[in-house]
């Protein structure tokens, strides 16, 4: 079959897809390749076969996702991809799509940022329901990120994310809520996406709003580092800058420096490459800047046992040690300290509200807490008096 990659109405490109192996075997035209995703293009060969199917398939939900085997099952494919091209491979992180060749389909018919969706499949995914063949399976959960269980769904005409955490303590979700609760202290409202606490069938699950409009897409940190090849020796860090520089991505290290001494307040351990990135306007192609800060919960020692809390752990994405990381940040001007006093109190009262929190946790955690900020405090005092 010959399908056209859209952006929006503008069809970028036509290539051919094997609909048995779920694959693009050949690009065959490139109609307006300006305005392709960052995702399909290679720094030497501009796009290519190969970026585009690497693109297409980390468009569909991982297979480390809890529970996705089980409904592949249900639904009687063998991957996820499949339910990709239910749904025209839609989004809600951007305005990519595909169409077959001659179909005369428009986006104002199909896209999920202006035409409701069931919340079938997300519920499904979720595990709140159970399957049937009645189920409406065209929604933007066929090409939601991350392994934790999440599905969509419009709140008084706003599309939020919605988000559980992991089967030892669901600690995730208020996380995320302790991660913003840091975020309104210190930094500016527009460099993070707010979550709060939401409940559902007495479950507890985050809910955040979509960062993005029809008219912008977010493009993960991964693709934008690939823009530029890296010199033997620069760090991460400075390769990762110097790609956003090339891309003329606006104020990339003052928002990253941010996005490092948070993660450090609240040890993030898993800030990879494609939790991250900058947004991008789908029609001008002007660079917005660094996307705001989303998706911190996997913090704060979630996945260890108390034992475990304080202990070393290692960091993503340019250093494994998380001194070493906040080290990176060589400008702390930005940062007012005396915000932070009372932080790690309205974290303890964020925990004491789950459940499956006992008191010994709650405590070794919010004493990590104290000790980090004590530590960024003392780090941006060592910084003053270098630079006097």
Not at 69 to 81: A, Q
Not at 134 to 142: A, K, Q, T, V
Not at 364 to 387: C, F, G, P, W
């Amino acid at each position: 079959m010959n399908y056209v990659l859209m952006n929006k109405n503008l069809a970028v490109l036509k290539f051919s897809y094997d609909e048995e192996t779920h694959t693009i075997t050949k690009i065959l035209e490139l109609i307006h390749p300006d305005y392709a995703p960052l995702g399909i293009m290679e720094y030497k060969t501009g796009i290519t076969r190969k970026a585009f199917n690497n693109w297409w398939r980390n468009r569909s939900i991982p297979a480390s996702r809890s529970r996705i085997n089980e409904v592949l099952g249900e639904l009687g494919i063998h991957t996820s991809i499949e339910l990709l091209e239910k749904c025209f491979g839609l989004s809600l992180s951007d305005p990519y799509w595909i169409k077959e060749e001659h179909s005369d389909m428009d986006w104002k018919q199909v896209n999920f940022f202006e035409n409701d969706f069931s919340e079938d499949m997300g519920k499904l995914l979720m595990g709140q329901i159970h399957y049937s063949n009645h189920l409406e399976i065209f929604s933007p959960d066929n090409s939601s990120d991350g392994n934790l269980k999440k599905k969509w769904k419009i709140r008084n005409g706003i599309r939020y994310l919605i988000k559980g955490g992991n089967s030892f303590n669901n600690q995730e979700p208020f996380n995320e809520v302790i991660a913003t609760k840091l975020y309104e202290r210190i930094l500016d409202q527009e460099d993070y996406v707010p979550y709060e606490l939401l409940e559902e069938n007495d479950k507890f699950y985050c809910a955040c709003p979509t960062m993005v409009t029809q008219d912008e897409e977010l493009v993960s940190a991964y693709y934008i580092d690939r823009m530029i090849k890296q010199r033997e020796n620069d760090s991460l860090y400075k390769h990762f800058l110097d790609a956003c520089a090339t891309l003329n991505i606006p104020n990339a290290k003052l928002r990253m420096d941010k996005m490092l001494v948070c993660d450090y307040i609240i040890a993030n351990y898993d800030r990879h490459y494609r939790n991250f990135g900058a947004i991008r306007n789908a029609n001008s192609l002007k660079w917005i800047g660094i996307a705001p800060i989303f998706d911190s919960g996997s913090s704060l020692w979630a996945m260890q046992p108390t034992s475990e809390i304080g202990h070393t752990y290692r960091c993503k994405p340019f250093k494994a040690s998380p001194e070493e990381q906040l080290e990176l940040v060589n400008d702390l001007s930005w940062l007012d300290v005396a915000k932070l006093e009372g932080f790690e109190q309205e974290a303890e009262d964020i925990l004491k509200s789950n459940p499956f929190m006992d008191e010994d946790r709650i405590k070794a955690i919010v004493q990590q807490i104290k000790t980090r900020i004590i530590k960024v405090t003392d780090y941006k005092r060592s910084l003053e008096k270098a630079n006097k």
